[in-house]
Every structure is written in C-alpha cells, then in structure tokens.
Nanobody, 124 residues
Framework: QVQLVESGGGLVQAGGSLRLSCAAS????????MGWFRQAPGKEREFVAA????????YYADSVKGRFTISRDNAKNTEYLQMNSLKREDTAVYYC?????????????????WGQGTQVTVSS
C-alpha cells in the first residue's frame, strides 16, 4: 500500500510557474514508476508526465513538453512537477500516481495508487 499526498497547487498568472510535490508513504517509493495526470473541468483525466524508478527516464505529454519537468527524490519519497510558462489550458486538478510495473506509463489503469489531487488555476 502506498499513500500519496500532493501539494503546491494554487492560482498563478499565465506565464508563471508552480512546483507540485507528491509525498509518498508506505512501501518502497523507488519500486514505483511515478506519474502526474490532470483533469480539467468537463474533461477526462489525462496523462501529463511520468518518471522511471530511479529517474533515468522521463516521459511527457506533447502539450507540456518543454514547459514541465518531472523529477523525484527517492531519499525523500517525493516526486515533483515543475511547471513553467503556464497557460490557461493548464488549469486542472493535478494528481500524482504510482505504477509498480512501469509498462504503459500513460495509461491510467497502470497506476495502482492515486493522490487526492491539487488544484492548479492559471489566470490570464
């Protein structure tokens, strides 16, 4: 069992930056691929980014590539999502998730554990 708690969301102007954190407790954090997903109002939840067990591989949705950076600190049992050059369309609830296999990293069904989400609102 893994418990995930996101933090760092908030209100930011377009062009600004935020850093989200996801603190994990429970079983060994480094045993999981970690991901970020988001859900905008009226839309389905979508993949944002993922990172391999020790951070050697990262993956991004095309919509955030070059603007967002995923990272992790296994010593602190924490993953991060640095979001720069934010746009209004980045407004969503952001969720972190843990995947014990590391196969279909963009598929929600691959992730066993989910956080409760943190709201990110980008204003113009």
């Amino acid at each position: 069992q893994v418990q995930l708690v996101e933090s760092g969301g908030g209100l930011v102007q377009a062009g600004g930056s935020l850093r989200l954190s996801c603190a994990a407790s429970g079983r060994t954090f480094s045993s999981y691929y970690m991901g970020w997903f988001r859900q905008a109002p009226g839309k389905e939840r979508e993949f944002v980014a993922a990172i391999s067990w020790h951070g050697g591989s990262t993956y991004y949705a095309d919509s955030v590539k070059g603007r967002f950076t995923i990272s992790r600190d296994n010593a602190k049992n924490t993953e991060y999502l640095q979001m720069n050059s934010l746009k209004r369309e980045d407004t969503a609830v952001y969720y972190c998730a843990a995947d014990p296999v590391g196969g279909a990293i963009a598929a929600q069904k691959a992730y066993y554990y989910w956080g409760q989400g943190t709201q990110v609102t980008v204003s113009s």
